[in-house]
């Protein structure tokens, strides 16, 4: 293989699939700030629906489709896989999502190029078959990024020392992401919230972990408190029927609003007064990410790497599970004074310019893509 100092640094990012997600979202703000003369970035993904991000990613570098659906299909694609290393031939992979990093691994030893992985989320969540597949492959990478301190300690409990971890916190774009009162008033006429409304809001793929029920749970006992509140819940997933559900079950109506996947959520960031995560378990979600650089403050469970981003300053971190918890910060920060609120809504700005920028992680990354390039 050519070595990478006569010509840029070729990363291949290997995912299962990209839609809108945090972990996919990452792959379209970070190499958009690289030096082209040092760094080549290259993307190749399984599952053809989700595609929403091939455009974005076509302007960086060349995207390539392995199509399978579900992980049997998936693990039948290695030889495409071999294949697709031995024509582009890249420097370094650089692997996303479990079942894709198993591939990853085990293509990259079969192909000779060094591999990294990218753990979004704690091994002990993973099904077990999964976790499983990735101790048996995890030797064969070189390196590991874990998006939080807690998800490092995952690794280490599971898969122990033999492969080294480095905690690379994800960043967004603080270019991109900013508070604008033009939009959030525009925002606000087109989904006919007044202005003085409390809004309270998230953006989330619709699956178990996120408990949206807890969610809902907490928006109908807010309205005690503030009762022209409206709630955002931007995005989609598997349990869309069962958060549509809870919406009539807590009789909560017009007060959600539900505006389903977005290929541009700042509108609907800008028209937030508060974003709130009930997770009971995360990585470091992007979309919190997205939120405080917009100087949205934020309530969030005690999960994952959120309590590395939120504290006392930027908005408040409150145990998982507990809906008294919840609604009691909520109804505190929303009862806050507009300055006071504001105030919390610069120190979530602030916390993200000075930890969690893109070219942050950007500059870790590529410091690990060249100690592993041949």
């Known amino acids: 293989m050519t070595s990478s100092r006569d010509r840029p640094l070729h990363v291949l990012h290997l995912i299962k699939g990209l839609g809108r997600g945090g972990a996919e979202m990452l792959l379209a703000d970070g190499p958009s700030t690289s030096d082209p003369a040092a760094f080549r970035y290259s993307f190749a993904y399984f599952v053809p629906y989700k595609d929403a991000l091939v455009p974005e990613l076509t302007r960086i570098g060349r995207v390539t489709c392995l199509p399978a659906e579900g992980g049997a299909a998936m693990l039948a ?6 294949r697709l290393l031995r024509q582009d031939r890249p420097d370094v992979i650089h692997c996303h999502m479990p079942l894709a990093s198993v591939l990853g691994r085990v293509a990259g030893r079969i192909v000779g190029v060094p591999v990294l992985s990218t753990e979004h989320n704690l091994l002990e ?42 905690v690379v916190k994800n960043g967004v774009s603080t270019r991109r992401f900013v508070r604008d009162p033009a939009l959030r008033a525009a925002a606000r006429e087109r989904l006919g919230i007044s202005g003085a409304a409390p809004v309270v809001g998230t953006v989330a793929v619709f699956r178990v972990q996120k408990r949206l029920d807890l969610w809902l749970a907490v928006a109908s006992q807010l309205r005690k408190s503030f009762p022209d509140a409206r ?27 539900r505006p389903g996947l977005q290929e541009d959520v700042r509108p609907f960031l800008a028209a937030m007064d508060l974003f709130f995560v009930a997770s009971d378990f995360e990585g470091l979600p992007v979309a919190l990410l997205e939120a405080m650089a917009s100087e949205v403050p934020a309530v969030v469970t005690d999960a994952g790497g959120m309590p590395e981003v939120v504290g006392a300053a930027a908005g408040r971190v409150v145990p998982r599970g507990d809906v008294p918890a919840m609604v009691a910060a909520l109804v505190e920060v929303l009862g806050l004074p507009a300055a006071a609120r504001a105030e919390l809504g610069a120190a979530a700005r602030a916390r993200v310019e000075s930890e969690f920028g893109t070219r942050r992680m950007m500059d870790a990354l590529e410091a690990l893509y060249r100690e592993l390039a041949p």
């Not at 969540?125 to 990024?145: D, G, I, K, M």
């Not at 955002?232 to 549509?244: H, I, K, N, S, T």
């Open 77 to 82: 694609r290695l030889p495409a896989l071999v």
């Open 125 to 166: 969540r993973y099904h077990p078959a999964t976790r499983a597949a990735t101790l048996a492959t995890f030797r064969l990478q070189r390196h590991v990024v874990a998006v939080s301190d807690e998800v490092a300690a995952s690794i280490r409990r599971h898969a122990g020392p033999a492969v080294p971890v480095t």
């Open 231 to 257: 709630f955002l819940l931007v995005g989609d997933g598997p349990l869309r029927a069962e958060v549509d559900a809870a919406v009539g079950r807590f009789g909560l109506g017009d007060a959600v609003l």
